[in-house]
C-alpha cells in the first residue's frame, strides 16, 4: 500500500495521489463472501503488495500477477524480487486447486501442472541470476572501483 512502484506510479513517471485502504489484507486473512470464503495468501516476487485469494471449498485460485495460465511468471518489478518470487510460488502449488484465475490470460484448467513449472522456472531464473551475478564478480570490481577512488588527491580541507 502506498508504494508508488507498486501503484505503477514511479514506472509511468506520474504524480503519486494519496489514498486509504478501507481493508487491509494480510496472509490469511479471510473475507466472506456468501456462499465463498477467500484466503488471502501473500505472494510478493511479481511485485511487493501481489496476493492470491484462494476458495478452499470450490477450490478455485485467483493468482492475480503471481502466475499465469500456462504457469507463465510475470515480470519482476522495482518492488519485487526474484528470491521473493521464489519463494512465494510455492504457497500457492501446495494448494489443491481445481482451477485457476490469473489477472491476464487463460484461465488454467491444469492448475498443479502449470503451478509445478511456475515453480521450476523460477528456481531455474534464480540460478540463472546466480550465475550473472557470478560473471560480473562484482567483488573484484568493487576492490578496482575502492584503487582509483584511493588514488585521487583528498579535497582541500576548508577552514
Not at 96 to 124: C, M, W
Request: proline share 6%; aromatic share 10%.
Amino acid at each position: 500500500m502506498q508504494d508508488e512502484f507498486v501503484m505503477m506510479k514511479k514506472y509511468f513517471d506520474l504524480p503519486a495521489k494519496p489514498f486509504y485502504a478501507d481493508i487491509w489484507l494480510e496472509g490469511d486473512t479471510m473475507i466472506v463472501l456468501g456462499n465463498y470464503t477467500l484466503r488471502t495468501l501473500y505472494t510478493p516476487g511479481h511485485c511487493s503488495g501481489c496476493i492470491c485469494l484462494y476458495e478452499p471449498d470450490h477450490r478455485l485460485l485467483f493468482t492475480g500477477d503471481t502466475v499465469l495460465g500456462g504457469g507463465v511468471l510475470s515480470g519482476i518489478f522495482a518492488s519485487g524480487s526474484i528470491s521473493d518470487y521464489v519463494n512465494s510460488i510455492q504457497r500457492p502449488s501446495d494448494l489443491r486447486v481445481e482451477e485457476f484465475y490469473p489477472g491476464h490470460g487463460r484461465i488454467s484448467t491444469n492448475p498443479q501442472e502449470d503451478l509445478q513449472k511456475a515453480v521450476e522456472d523460477s528456481r531455474t531464473i534464480m540460478e540463472e541470476s546466480k550465475v550473472l551475478f557470478e560473471a560480473l564478480d562484482t567483488k573484484a570490481s568493487f576492490a578496482r572501483l575502492l584503487s582509483a577512488v584511493r588514488k585521487f588527491p583528498k579535497p582541500p580541507q576548508r577552514s
